[in-house]
């Protein structure tokens, strides 16, 4: 039996996306040609000399693609600067030796790595927020590791001196984000969530994240200093996401056939969260609809440039604007985008650095102090 592309060499692997019987080379050159395709149509890197971020947490998904993008910026000349960014998050055996990895490959790509720390942007690791928060933060460890996270990576982003973020977010997690935005009936977040660049200034920053359990902005730090003031402008840092169309089983497949050294520990607060369900929904409905996974993002990319383009839409959008969309002002701490005056990631910050784990009480004292 001969490969289905080359027609030369044995295969050695279904590719999972399209049943093809393919050898090593073959599926390691498509799998990087659906990549650069990517990011061709979606324009994901508009400008040549581009400072971009890798969010690298030493996992197998950003392992990847740091490996893929410096060899597609290299083949196909797009004259991107490439960085890595990696986030401490202060989880003992846990994110320490995934770092290891991140110092692995920055030696092996020699790119520049700027590693940021909740110690040091928040002034608790994960390990000594969850100690101290007690079960009502354990059982929601994910949100406020994903909130702060999001913060942390913007801020090396802004070290790194980078205008764009990249992550390893796949496939299957976008689709997960269009099941989870949809069981919420989250339509704004749904409108957006499977692009491929996200984060533009017109947009609330509490409604653009991407990846995070409940909600959010991730985008502004806790005090408004005057180093942070200067960060502001900075608050509307783009995301691109250019496995948006890469199957998660096929990127492990790539980090095997390409010999690619990664960190593959669940984290230990992994707790079933409602991605959870999703991530499970998905997987049933695959045993009998293989493509459900990209299907599900195809269609949600159709009915969001559908519902912006629709002229009859537009005009019902002009009418009903002030009703159906509450205008977003700037947070009083940081001044990112939100829609209540202090943004979820300051009140997240906030609730870390007093202690005291009920947000929406935080949320009401701060909006006591600071909005007139
Ligand atoms: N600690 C971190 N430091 C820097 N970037 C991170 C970190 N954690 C996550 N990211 C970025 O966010 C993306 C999605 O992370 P998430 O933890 O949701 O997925 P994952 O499948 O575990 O990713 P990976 O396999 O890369 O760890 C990662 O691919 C990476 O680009």
Request: glycine residues 6%; aromatic residues 6%; proline residues 3%.
């Amino acid at each position: 039996m001969k490969c289905e592309s080359c027609k030369i060499a044995p295969p050695s692997i279904k590719q999972p996306s399209t049943g093809k019987k393919l050898c090593k080379k073959c599926f390691i050159r498509d799998f990087e040609e659906n990549v650069h395709n990517l990011i061709v149509s979606d324009n994901i890197f508009p400008s040549k000399g581009e400072h971009v971020a890798i969010g690298v947490s030493g996992g197998k998904d950003s392992t990847v693609l740091l490996h893929v993008l410096h060899t597609l910026n290299e083949r196909y000349s797009y004259g991107l600067n490439l960085h890595m960014v990696a986030v401490d998050e202060g989880i003992s055996g846990y994110r320490d030796e995934s770092l290891d990895c991140v110092k692995y490959n920055q030696k092996k790509y020699s790119l520049p790595l700027v590693i940021v720390s909740f110690k040091d942007l928040f002034s608790s690791s994960l390990d000594s927020i969850v100690s101290r928060g007690g079960d009502v933060v354990r059982t929601q460890s994910c949100t406020y590791c994903g909130i702060l996270r999001r913060r942390a990576l913007e801020e090396g982003t802004k070290r790194a001196g980078c205008s764009v973020i990249a992550t390893g977010h796949n496939a299957d997690d976008v689709a997960e984000t269009v099941l989870m935005n949809f069981m919420r009936g989250d339509v704004k977040r749904l409108a957006r969530c499977s692009n491929s660049r996200t984060g533009t200034s017109e947009v609330s920053r509490d409604e653009d994240d991407d990846d995070i359990e409940d909600g959010g902005c991730g985008k502004c730090p806790a005090r408004k200093s005057e180093q942070q003031q200067k960060s502001v402008s900075l608050a509307t840092i783009p995301r691109v996401k250019p496995f948006k169309t890469s199957y998660q089983k096929e990127i492990v497949l790539y980090a095997h056939f390409s010999g690619l050294k990664y960190f593959s520990t669940e984290c230990p607060y992994a707790v079933t969260a409602f991605r959870g369900y999703a991530r499970v929904a998905l997987q049933r409905i695959q045993r009998f609809r293989s493509p459900c996974v990209l299907d599900t993002i195809h269609g949600m990319d159709t009915i969001a440039s559908a519902a912006a383009i629709t002229p009859d839409r537009a005009e019902r959008g002009k009418k009903s604007k002030k009703k159906s969309m509450p205008s977003s002002v700037p947070c009083v701490f940081c001044g990112a985008r939100c829609t209540n005056g202090v943004c979820q990631t300051c009140v997240i910050a906030e609730c870390v650095k007093r202690e005291n784990y009920d947000v929406k009480a935080v949320r009401k004292q701060l909006e006591k102090e600071c909005i007139v």
